[in-house]
């Protein structure tokens, strides 16, 4: 039996080697950093003093392989960050998503990094992105990038509902992000209901490629989940491909926000990226479908000078009627590395067009 024993524990030491072994050359298990909240301004970002770079992969045979990598002020972009005592030019923050934190494409096919590009160094373009989030935490996530960055524009990315999962009385409580509730006959904010820590535990299970590819390529759990929060308000290409009842407490929601942005950010100038319907117009619909939010939005910005909207949909329909070509990559949901230059060359246009940056100079 003793003897038994140990035959099977070497034949499984064996094959754990074995797999590893496959699972980071064969079929390459994803990799994601690690996450970090830091107890003073409570923004959930990555974790700048473990793993930095890495790829991720995408199902069972680890296709799709996209380079990350996590500059020092906790971030997934190709360039660092630095403080506002060490600003030289004018700076664009973009806050957004999934979409902008980028883990389906490479990070120099980033919509920072073609920006950045398309402004001609005349600008330092800082992304701000994470899975999940929503209006609400881009208001917290805002002040976080005042106090440390300063930037001059804040391009903000909304997309399906991210008005509407601002609000704790749409029943969704989302961890690691603030939202607000209704408080009389106003608003208030509410702090993260879960403190995230990134235990020894959970950094030694990581380094494992048999861990990594069960988890992140199969999607098999156990336990506590973490570090990933997937974008519950997103439908097939992006946009909002159902138009529900919107909630009474919709426009005075959006007009709190967007009156605290503009309250705590005097002399910013602030542009809304809104997302469009992108299946509609593969689809060849004439006719773009309802979009309450983004009505909700529009009424919300008015009277504030220094906010303006881009609607994505028209720019999506030029382009697609030009290049015949998807925006998104195979999730059907993300922009791939096309669709983050066709974003960013719009939102360069709309910068350059309201004289918020000006003119490249080639």
Do not use: C
Not at 41 to 64: A, K, M, P, Y
Request: charged content about 25%; cysteine-free.
């Amino acid at each position: 039996m003793v003897k038994f024993a140990l035959r099977l524990g070497v034949f499984l030491f064996v094959l754990a080697v074995v797999a590893e072994v496959f699972f980071r050359t064969i079929i390459p298990a994803t990799s994601l950093p690690g996450s970090y909240m830091d107890p003073r301004d409570e923004i959930f970002r990555f974790d700048s003093t473990w793993v930095t770079s890495g790829t991720n992969t995408h199902g069972r045979f680890g296709l799709r392989p996209a380079a990350w990598r996590v500059n020092s002020a906790g971030w997934n972009s190709q360039f660092d960050y630095t403080s506002s005592q060490e600003k030289e030019r004018p700076r664009i923050a973009l806050l957004g998503d999934s979409f902008i934190e980028g883990f389906p494409t490479d990070v120099d096919t980033h919509v920072d990094a073609y920006l950045h590009e398309l402004a001609g160094g005349q600008a330092d373009v800082y992304a701000f992105g994470r899975s999940g989030w929503y209006l609400a935490q881009y208001v917290a996530l805002a002040r976080y990038a005042e106090q440390r960055f300063a930037p001059d524009i804040y391009v903000i990315f909304l997309n399906y509902q991210d008005i509407q999962d601002s609000l704790r009385e749409n029943g969704v409580k989302t961890p690691y992000a603030y939202q607000i509730t209704q408080d009389g006959a106003g608003f208030r904010e509410l702090e993260p209901p879960v403190r995230f820590v990134f235990t020894p535990r959970s950094k030694l299970l990581r380094r494992s490629a048999i861990v990594r590819y069960v988890r992140g390529n199969l999607r098999l759990t156990w336990g506590r989940t973490e570090a990933v929060v997937e974008d519950a308000n997103l439908r097939p290409g992006g946009g909002a491909a159902e138009a529900q009842e919107a909630s009474p407490l919709l426009q005075p929601a959006a007009d709190h926000m967007i009156e605290r942005l503009v309250t705590e950010h005097p002399g910013r100038d602030f542009l809304f990226v809104v997302d469009g319907d992108r299946d509609a117009i593969y689809a060849g619909d004439a006719v773009d479908p309802p979009r309450p939010e983004l009505d909700v939005l529009r009424r919300a910005v008015q009277g504030h000078a220094n906010v303006r909207i881009l609607d994505l949909q028209p720019v999506y329909r030029a382009v697609y009627a030009r290049d015949r070509r998807r925006f998104d990559g195979a999730d059907g949901n993300h922009w791939d590395a096309y669709g983050n230059r066709v974003v960013a060359e719009a939102v360069f246009i709309a910068l350059t067009a309201d004289q918020q940056l000006p003119p490249r100079q080639d």
